[in-house]
């Protein structure tokens, strides 16, 4: 059913859904739009309201092929929206739900696009704060580019710092997606162009791995190894690509390339990775979470979505992982964990990972071996002593015949 947004646009169609909102299929003066339609809450609260008012110009005014532009701000009444350009296409996330990793050359052109794009959002003193998969687009009308890949967009600027108010979150709270959260976030200092560039290479080690180098387990010991261990290299990459990853999740934001530079080095990468194949590795083993951990439903291709788990026992999953989670800041001796460590290393191709169905049923074939093997060590004990009480209690046995055990009764 449609619905007037303000008074020029209209929304006709869902197009998703998130924990702030929903977006719209529409229609403005100038043709089709993505209207982003925040909760009724959130645009019931004034501070907020105040504060999309305010970054209106800087929103308005990233200008870039590789950002998602916003055209218009809408506050009438209840509706608090951001008309955005209309992307025909789809997210990374649900790429990688399909495909499960990619092919190097297509993941490299896919976050060198998204690069430039923060580039050019960095320059205007814009910092995303919520790089990820979900928030990066594929272009399926503009032409194809190294590997096959779509033209990227990043979209979202400016959202996470929105809502992020002081009011709404407390010194002690953070606001982000745990597997893509930098160190210095983690420790409680303010986030700086320079969370952008770790995010988006844990987005780039994801591409290439299927899985992120930090993440797993229950969120508080993902956000201890941000902070205490070292990324584990990926077999099968060209050394400059890795090293390249390895600058950019330093634990110290000064040690990272700027997003321009990144760019570069990535568009200059691209003929080293040519032509390869997907890697062939499985995630490491998870650790035993510390307290249950609420996991979002299945992706279509049956593994658990990853990244976006509710902190708080009972808080509702955010099935489209549009916003942030909130988090608290660990104390200093949550996060001691002495000199550096390294991450857990990837699994052998083929090994099941713990929880997973197959996982499960390697399990319960265990316990059923374990089972039989009881069952038959009892039995033969049963015959053992049938025989001793049959022989008077002979601890050996006639050396002139052959004996086997007697039929338990």
């Known amino acids: 059913m449609a619905r007037n947004i303000g008074s020029r646009y209209t929304a006709h169609q869902i197009l998703g859904r998130g924990s ?3 977006v719209w299929l529409g229609e403005g003066p100038d043709g089709p739009v993505a209207i982003k339609l925040l909760r ?3 645009a019931a609260d004034q501070e907020l309201v105040g504060r999309f008012v305010q970054e209106r110009t800087a929103l308005l005014g990233l200008d870039h092929p590789n950002v998602v532009g916003v055209r218009d701000l809408v506050v009438d009444g209840n509706d608090l929206a951001l008309v955005m350009d209309l992307v025909r296409g789809t997210d990374v996330r649900t790429r990688l739900d399909r495909e499960r990793r990619l092919a190097p050359e297509a993941a490299v052109a896919i976050v060198a696009d998204v ?4 580039a050019a959002a960095h320059a205007a003193g814009v910092v995303h704060r919520d790089v990820k998969p979900e928030n990066i687009l594929l272009d399926m009308q503009g032409p194809l580019g190294p590997g096959g890949s779509h033209p990227a967009l990043l979209t979202d600027f400016g959202v996470a710092k ?3 108010t002081p009011r709404r979150t407390k010194a002690t709270r953070i606001i982000g997606t745990p597997d893509y959260l930098a160190p210095e976030i983690v420790e409680g200092l303010p986030p700086r162009a320079a969370v952008d560039i770790y995010a988006l290479a844990t987005v780039l080690y994801e591409l290439l791995a299927g899985f992120t180098p930090f993440g797993g387990g229950h969120p508080g010991a993902v956000l201890r190894r941000h902070v205490t261990e070292t990324v584990v290299p990926l077999p099968g990459i060209p050394d400059e690509l890795w090293q390249l990853v390895v600058q950019c999740l330093a634990k110290a ?11 570069v080095r990535l568009r200059e990468l691209l003929p080293l990775v040519a032509g390869m194949p997907p890697l062939d590795v499985d995630e490491p083993d998870a650790e035993e979470p510390e307290e249950p951990v ?3 439903p299945a992706s279509p291709s049956g593994r658990p979505r990853r990244g976006a788990v509710p902190l708080v026992p009972g808080a509702p999953l955010d099935s489209n992982r549009d916003t942030h989670t909130s988090m608290r800041v660990p104390a200093p001796d949550e996060l001691a964990g002495g000199p550096l460590g390294t991450a857990r290393a990837p699994r052998p191709s083929g090994t099941p990972r713990p929880g997973s169905a197959r996982h499960r049923a390697d399990q319960l074939r265990r316990r059923r071996l374990i089972l039989g093997a009881s069952a038959v060590a009892l039995t033969a004990a049963v ?3 049938g025989w001793l009480v049959a022989s008077g209690g002979d601890d050996k046995p006639p050396q002139d015949s052959k004996h086997s055990a007697p039929t338990p009764p």
């Open 383 to 385: 015959a053992v002593g």
């Open 294 to 296: 609420y996991e979002e």
């Open 115 to 118: 690069a430039d794009g923060l």
């Open 253 to 263: 934001p000064a040690s990272r390339l700027r997003a321009s530079e990144l760019s």
């Open 40 to 42: 009724e809450d959130l």
């Open 20 to 22: 702030a909102g929903t």
């Open 162 to 164: 929105l809502i992020d």
